[in-house]
């Protein structure tokens, strides 16, 4: 029952908003209700099965393009100090840039094909992915590397053996934030470069409401599709980090 | 049973006019220690006195202001760090990493397979009360048990010298004092020269055969004895002066 908590809230959220549009009989292209929004998303399944495809797979190849630079980065910034005093701040100055200013710039130099949508998903995912990498490789207890020492383990033995493994868990959680950014970040990259995705719902029927809001639901879908698979693969490969201590 | 890796010969240590500073801060004074082949020696002081220290300079972690160090036939710091491995207070095993393979992590950190890791463990797993925990997690044994796999870690890197940094210090006073005879008897079966830092004056004259006492920062050796000639009173009055 407290498990299931959430399940309740979104009922009672939904059954509120049918209520609230039958009710005072607000029109459609104002506020579409629930079952208008479910209604297009069930007429319209095709368009928006294969726009939800060809977004997709830019979120699946500009998150993965993320993880690997985020670990590259922050495997070298954790080796070097000189690197990680250089960067840092650029880091995080990185994240600050907006998104939507950006993805015209990108689309003008990149083109209209799939680069440019990696490129930016890629930017807005790779922040919280690398902070999280690298605070896990220096949360290590430094004393794990004075007894390793004893103990055969040059410099990269201590970080295969010990400091990789250890920063797993927050490798994970910083890919399970970074998830929904990849959603966000390639709506914004198909706004400014056209695509086939599901920006051309979203965007494209401005008037038709209902199907704005299905085409976010297609959205909604595929981030939290991308977070289960993050989360089913933490199960997977850190299962020590949810034992009882 | 009998491996290369952890039928290691003791070496002696010496200690001779050792200080070290860590920045302006004067941390160990002329120290003078030297323990034979394969003998036991507690080193004991007040918190934050240089203990760990003092067992840094002798692995070749760390290198003194003054003073050399010998251990065995090495002076330099990676002649001594070949020849001692360190116990850390809190077990540092690695949750990812079943029992038995916590305990090879040394003989895999030197090339060795896990499965031959595995294979020398094993037997020391039998003699020394923890067989039928070979494969079970860190998180699921008791605080003694896992202090039991740190030390055949420590163990199984085959060095002639073993450095135990308040190896007992986070358990409880009852678990303490099992894992103390526990210790004593293992280190009958495979003999180490052994340097014990602690700050329980019975459990140093329990399991070593010599004391020296430190005082506060910056530490000297305010006592140097057999155990068998002094009292738990006189190292405390020692320590106190």
């Not at chain 1, 840039?97 to 950006?102: K, S």
């Not at chain 2, 003073?67 to 095993?93: F, H, K, Y």
Request: glycine share 8%.
């Amino acid at each position: 029952m407290k498990k299931a908590g959430w399940v309740a809230v979104l009922i009672l959220l939904v059954v509120a908003w049918q209520a609230y549009v039958s009710l005072r009989g607000i029109p459609g292209y104002l506020l579409p209700s629930p079952a208008d929004v479910l209604r297009t998303f069930w007429n319209d399944r095709s368009t928006l099965v294969s726009e939800s495809w060809v977004t997709g797979k830019e979120m699946i190849v500009g998150y993965i393009a993320a993880i690997e630079l985020g670990l590259v980065f922050a495997t070298a910034m954790h080796f070097s100090e000189t690197l990680r005093r250089a960067v840092s701040p650029l880091l995080v100055a990185s994240q600050s840039i907006p998104v939507v200013a950006v993805a015209p710039v990108v689309v003008i130099y990149l083109g209209f094909g799939l680069l440019p949508k990696i490129v930016l998903i890629a930017l807005v995912c790779f922040f919280p992915i690398a902070v999280n990498a690298l605070d896990g490789f220096r949360s290590v207890d430094p004393e794990y590397g004075r007894m390793m020492r004893t103990l055969y383990a040059g410099r990269r033995t201590i970080f295969w053996r010990v400091e990789a493994p250890w920063a797993l868990p927050a490798i994970f959680s910083g890919c399970r934030i970074a998830a929904p950014y990849a959603a966000i970040g390639a709506l914004f990259a198909e706004y400014a470069g056209g695509s086939g995705g599901l920006a051309d719902s979203i965007r494209g029927a401005q008037l038709d409401t209902a199907l704005v809001a299905a085409g976010a639901l297609a959205l909604t879908l595929l981030a939290l599709a991308l977070t289960g698979i993050v989360v089913l693969l933490e199960r997977v490969f850190v299962p020590w980090a949810h034992e009882a201590r | 049973m009998v491996v290369d890796l952890q039928s290691a010969v003791p070496e002696p240590v010496e200690v001779a006019g050792v200080s070290y500073a860590r920045g302006d801060l004067a941390v160990l004074e002329d120290i003078d220690v030297a323990i034979g082949q394969g003998r036991r020696l507690a080193v004991i002081g007040p918190s934050g006195c240089g203990k760990s220290t003092l067992l840094s300079l002798i692995a070749g972690l760390l290198e003194p202001a003054a003073g050399a160090i010998t251990v065995g036939g090495g002076r330099s710091p990676a002649e001594r760090l070949a020849r001692c491995a360190l116990m850390p207070q809190r077990d540092l095993l690695l949750p990812w990493r079943s029992a038995l393979d916590n305990a090879g992590l040394a003989l895999q950190n030197a090339g060795v397979r896990r499965s031959d890791a595995r294979r020398q463990a094993a037997p020391l797993f039998e003699q020394f009360g923890l067989a039928e925990f070979e494969s079970t997690s860190p998180a699921h044994l008791s605080g003694g048990m896992r202090q039991r796999v740190a030390f055949l870690r420590t163990l199984l890197a085959g060095k002639p010298v073993l450095l135990l940094d308040e190896p007992f210090g986070a358990l409880d006073a009852i678990t303490r004092l099992e894992l103390q005879d526990w210790l004593v008897e293992a280190l009958e079966v495979e003999p180490r020269t052994v340097v014990l830092v602690t700050h329980d004056v019975d459990e140093a004259l329990k399991i070593c055969p010599r004391v020296v006492a430190l005082s506060q920062r910056p530490a000297r050796v305010v006592l140097d004895a057999p155990s068998d000639n002094v009292t738990r009173d006189d190292v405390l009055g020692a320590l106190r002066s």
